[in-house]
């Protein structure tokens, strides 16, 4: 059987397509993460990075970025054009992030609480300091997502409403993952005492195992459109990204592991957090929840109970097309995800907070 | 002679029934139960190499890699209590 060379509409692109597929090993990586920012405190690993505006921010509440333990913060700040924060900025946003940093071994004894606790709360005590309302939005993602709302269901001053994407509250799903970590044969605490930290290759290792076939995939849509530069950039920065991981904090893995996934303890209420108890039936800041529908790594079910368990009375759930990674970075997100965020965000700059019941929406991609 | 967009189509067929035939495998107590259990009896083999060598360091009167990083992660908390003193103190001045 002959293969035809790929369709291009012009002999260019069939040309451009096989100059950048023979040259891609070569080809210049594009620089993530180069959005200016100051980083405004340091604890251990991890830093609070503040993007730096160049005319005062047209919103007074800032919002704070809070990205999963195990992958870079720059998800947020991908590339020019591609970076929420950067967009956010220009909506005239006043933007924090947290940057996790990489753990060393002696983080092995890093608690769950120090880090979603005494971490989590320091930032948003120093990004909320800006506010004249004291308060601060939070947006969180993946992990980073679950970190907030076990923060917010503990401690909820200082939130003045929580943007949640593809953010795991319930564990208990029909996923891999969940079948994994709740297998008797699963050890956690053996991986740490072997480790320290979880090791992010062991990690990584997982998450290729839930589609195998995925890099197959992403080599096939390579060719197809190696043809545009654009294209192949943002290829490039989020493969860059999604090789770039860190380890899990050992005692934290194996509470997280524990708690989350083995007694889904934050949907039975039996979560605590530095003793305090976490219940999502006490989160009443605002809240918006989005899931994506292709989601392979936390199933869209999973990401959106918090909506249907918190006592806020202003709450949503919206359901996007696309999956984990892409539906947040794509050029897609900057006309649908960016300004839908923009806009909870700015609706709840002064509070109000409404009185509208729970809604949820299934938003066909434009 | 096959074109390339059909070429795609079927690919992608194909890499969906796979990537579904195979999620039901690694889900499979089958696969979940053998593989869960050499991976614990590695990190085990490992945590065990890991403690002869520091009962070695230890008998030469040397500090193991444990000690170093419980020493280094009580610097970590004693850093965390002097911001949290900072910031009452902060919170007292302004009050």
């Known amino acids: ?366 | 002679m096959m074109t390339w967009d059909s070429w795609k189509k079927s690919f992608d067929v194909w890499e969906n029934e796979t990537a579904k035939f195979l999620e039901t495998w690694v889900k499979s107590p089958l696969v979940l139960g053998p593989s869960g259990m050499m991976l614990t009896q590695a990190m085990k083999a490992k945590a065990q190499y890991d403690k002869a060598l520091a009962q070695f360091w230890g008998s030469v009167g040397l500090p193991t890699k444990r000690d170093q990083e419980r020493t280094l992660h009580l610097l970590n908390k004693l850093e965390s209590r002097l911001l949290d003193l900072e910031e009452q103190l902060e919170e007292q001045q302004k009050a």
Request: charged fraction near 20%; glycine fraction near 6%.
């Open chain 1, 1 to 366: 059987m002959m293969l035809r060379v790929p369709q291009c509409n012009m002999p260019e692109q069939a040309f451009s397509r096989i100059k950048n597929l023979l040259g891609l090993a070569a080809r210049k990586r594009p620089e993530v993460g180069v959005t200016p920012a100051d980083v405004v405190h340091r604890e251990n690993k991890w830093s609070l990075l503040h993007y730096r505006r160049a005319t005062p921010a047209r919103y007074k509440t800032p919002i704070l970025f809070v990205p999963s333990l195990i992958n870079r913060h720059y998800v947020m700040d991908l590339v020019p054009g591609k970076s929420m924060a950067e967009w956010l900025l220009a909506q005239g946003h006043d933007v924090y992030c947290i940057d996790w940093g990489t753990p060393g071994d002696e983080d092995r004894y890093l608690s769950f609480d120090s880090i979603c606790d005494k971490y989590l709360g320091r930032a948003l005590r120093i990004a909320a300091k800006s506010s004249p309302r004291g308060q601060a939005h939070v947006l969180g993602y993946c992990l980073g997502g679950t970190l907030a709302v076990i923060h917010a269901a503990a401690h909820q001053e200082k939130i003045a409403s929580m943007a949640l994407l593809a953010a795991p509250v319930s564990f208990k799903d029909e996923g891999p993952l969940a079948a994994w970590t709740q297998s008797p044969d699963f050890d956690p605490e053996a991986i740490t005492r072997a480790w320290g930290n979880a090791p992010w290759p062991l990690l990584q290792s997982a998450f290729h195992m839930l589609r195998p076939t995925l890099n197959l995939a992403k080599a096939m849509h390579l060719v197809d459109r190696a043809w545009n530069d654009e294209f192949l950039d943002g290829f490039l920065a989020v493969e860059t990204w999604g090789n770039d991981n860190v380890s899990f904090p050992g005692a934290a893995f194996v509470r997280y592991i524990e708690d989350l996934y083995r007694k889904d303890a934050l949907v039975n209420g039996d979560m605590t957090l530095s003793g305090k108890p976490a219940k999502l039936e006490s989160i009443a800041c605002p809240l918006l929840a989005v899931t994506f529908e292709h989601d392979n790594i936390v199933p869209w079910r999973s990401a959106a109970l918090v909506v249907d368990r918190v006592a806020s009375t202003d709450k949503t759930h919206v359901k996007l097309p696309g999956g984990h990674v892409g539906a947040v970075v794509s050029k897609s997100a900057s006309k649908g995800l960016w300004p839908m965020l923009s806009k909870f965000f700015v609706d709840h700059e002064a509070r109000g907070v409404k009185t509208r019941g729970a809604r949820s929406a299934n938003v066909a991609r434009r």
